[in-house]
């Protein structure tokens, strides 16, 4: 694969970001209240989640017909391709329905079993983030890194349940992590919380059960920031696992030990 093509399918996945995100900015703009879709009151899906996704999948099928897409409210389109767009059209709905501006568009690119593209976009913030696999990560158009702290004392944490609707395992991770941070915050969007370890806004991001298309663009981010990420068991990322630790790398290992001890005990 020669290396000029990710970028062409990089710079693909910024103009639909910007274009969804300029959509969900209408929607987040408008004094109409916004309504649940789903039948499922727990699983909170607007018309701008399914809108947003419409002209992602439409605009990716349009240009890549061959390609597969994994994303949220539509699920896998199966073409047994090498490629896979993964996308989420609104990660934050939560927020995005509160008006708390921490939402954002989430699209990555999977070649085989690799992440090679990332770009997460937050509308309201003007935050574009952007990764090609060996290329560095960036926030508006400049290199971003992870942060220097290797002190967990000095570390600050983000972290959700992602899916996990039981949360049991969220707060006792709450319990055993923040006595020993300066702070362990959720912001309600993966792709934001993820993007933060990549631009040294937070030292680490712990999940448990989070969907790969919340996280998928996050951690070729993190990755290429100069970070690491593994699960709970310190093994690499793959489409199956989903308790995840993103981090600056420096406070990785410490970080893994307490939250098998916390989850353990
Ligand atoms: C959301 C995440 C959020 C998590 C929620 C949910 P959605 O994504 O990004 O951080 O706590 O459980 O998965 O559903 O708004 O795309």
Same mark, same amino acid.
């Given at each position: 694969m020669k290396e000029y093509e990710w970028n062409e399918y990089k710079d693909h996945a910024i103009e639909i970001a910007k274009k969804a995100g300029s959509l969900l900015l209408d929607g987040f703009s408008s004094t109409t209240s916004i309504s649940n879709q789903s039948s499922d009151p727990r699983h909170l899906v607007t018309r701008f989640d399914l809108e947003s996704e419409k002209l992602i999948i439409d605009s990716i099928r349009k240009k890549y017909p061959e390609h597969n897409i994994l994303s949220e409210e539509t699920g896998f389109i199966n073409n047994q391709s090498h490629y896979t767009w993964i996308v989420d059209?609104?990660?934050?709905t939560r927020n995005f329905v509160s008006k708390n501006p921490f939402f954002s568009v989430s699209i990555a690119l999977l070649y085989k079993r690799d992440i090679v593209v990332g770009v997460i976009y937050a509308p309201v913030l003007d935050e574009l983030y952007t990764t090609e696999k060996g290329k560095g990560a960036f926030l508006n158009g400049h290199r971003v890194s992870v942060s220097e702290v290797r002190d967990i004392k000095k570390s600050f944490i983000v972290s959700c349940e992602g899916s996990? #609707? =039981?949360i049991t395992r969220s707060v006792r991770l709450f319990q055993g992590i923040r006595p020993l941070v300066i702070d362990m915050r959720k912001l309600g969007s993966a792709a934001i919380e993820s993007a933060w370890v990549a631009s040294g806004r937070a030292e680490a991001y712990v999940v448990t059960k989070i969907n790969p298309w919340d996280i998928a663009a996050g951690i070729l981010l993190v990755e290429e920031a100069g970070g690491r990420v593994t699960d709970f068991r310190g093994k690499k990322w793959n489409l #199956? =696992?989903?308790?995840l630790i993103l981090s600056n790398g420096k406070i990785h290992e410490l970080l893994l030990s307490i939250v098998n001890r916390t989850l353990n005990e």
């Amino acid at each position: 694969m020669k290396e000029y093509e990710w970028n062409e399918y990089k710079d693909h996945a910024i103009e639909i970001a910007k274009k969804a995100g300029s959509l969900l900015l209408d929607g987040f703009s408008s004094t109409t209240s916004i309504s649940n879709q789903s039948s499922d009151p727990r699983h909170l899906v607007t018309r701008f989640d399914l809108e947003s996704e419409k002209l992602i999948i439409d605009s990716i099928r349009k240009k890549y017909p061959e390609h597969n897409i994994l994303s949220e409210e539509t699920g896998f389109i199966n073409n047994q391709s090498h490629y896979t767009w993964i996308v989420d059209p609104l990660d934050g709905t939560r927020n995005f329905v509160s008006k708390n501006p921490f939402f954002s568009v989430s699209i990555a690119l999977l070649y085989k079993r690799d992440i090679v593209v990332g770009v997460i976009y937050a509308p309201v913030l003007d935050e574009l983030y952007t990764t090609e696999k060996g290329k560095g990560a960036f926030l508006n158009g400049h290199r971003v890194s992870v942060s220097e702290v290797r002190d967990i004392k000095k570390s600050f944490i983000v972290s959700c349940e992602g899916s996990d #609707k =039981r949360i049991t395992r969220s707060v006792r991770l709450f319990q055993g992590i923040r006595p020993l941070v300066i702070d362990m915050r959720k912001l309600g969007s993966a792709a934001i919380e993820s993007a933060w370890v990549a631009s040294g806004r937070a030292e680490a991001y712990v999940v448990t059960k989070i969907n790969p298309w919340d996280i998928a663009a996050g951690i070729l981010l993190v990755e290429e920031a100069g970070g690491r990420v593994t699960d709970f068991r310190g093994k690499k990322w793959n489409l #199956k =696992r989903s308790d995840l630790i993103l981090s600056n790398g420096k406070i990785h290992e410490l970080l893994l030990s307490i939250v098998n001890r916390t989850l353990n005990e």
